[in-house]
């Protein structure tokens, strides 16, 4: 990626996220960036992507930009267990909740798997039967139909 060039697509980040946090991330509507405890970048979602900056440059040069931006940096801990940092950054209105932001991740990679299960499960790295009780737990029929909607 050079800078001048007209538009820049930065590679994707290695991560050690699964492949259903990924696309959950890439559903948020606002940027999201990972930081390790050494503050190295984990992932950045689409979003965060598309802003053309550098992630393979340090937390300590890297989140001013970001702050500039507007980001929030939130703690990611379990229990006492440091994990790391995310950094925030404003985007577009979207689902708000984890629950939207999971079904919109699995409708989307439904919609790329063109509702074949099997593959989609695999693509998410879920199994089948988790992802049945994500679609009956969110009313989605496996043809892609709500189950609200009117049988054609």
């Known amino acids: ?3 001048n060039s007209p538009n820049p697509t930065p590679a994707p980040l290695p991560s050690i996220f699964s492949p259903l946090a990924k696309a959950l991330l890439d559903s948020f509507s606002e940027g999201v960036v990972v930081f ?3 503050g190295r970048v984990l992932y950045a979602n689409i979003q965060a992507r598309d802003l053309g900056l550098d992630y393979s440059q340090t937390s ?3 989140m001013p930009q970001l702050a500039d931006l507007g980001g929030r940096l939130k703690p990611l801990r379990i229990g006492t267990m440091e994990l790391g940092e995310a950094m925030f950054l404003p985007g577009s209105a979207g689902p708000k909740t ?3 932001r999971e079904k919109e991740a ?3 990679s439904l919609d790329a798997n063109s ?3 099997a593959e989609t499960a695999k693509s998410l790295g879920i199994s089948r039967t988790t ?3 994500r679609l009956r ?3 989605l029929h496996r043809d892609g139909r709500s189950k609200w909607a009117q049988a054609s």
């Open 36 to 38: 390790d405890p050494n």
């Open 1 to 3: 990626m050079t800078p």
């Open 106 to 108: 699995i409708v989307r």
């Open 137 to 139: 737990a969110y009313g």
């Open 115 to 117: 509702w074949k299960l």
């Open 60 to 62: 300590r040069e890297l």
């Open 131 to 133: 992802l049945w009780r």
């Open 98 to 100: 984890l629950a939207e």
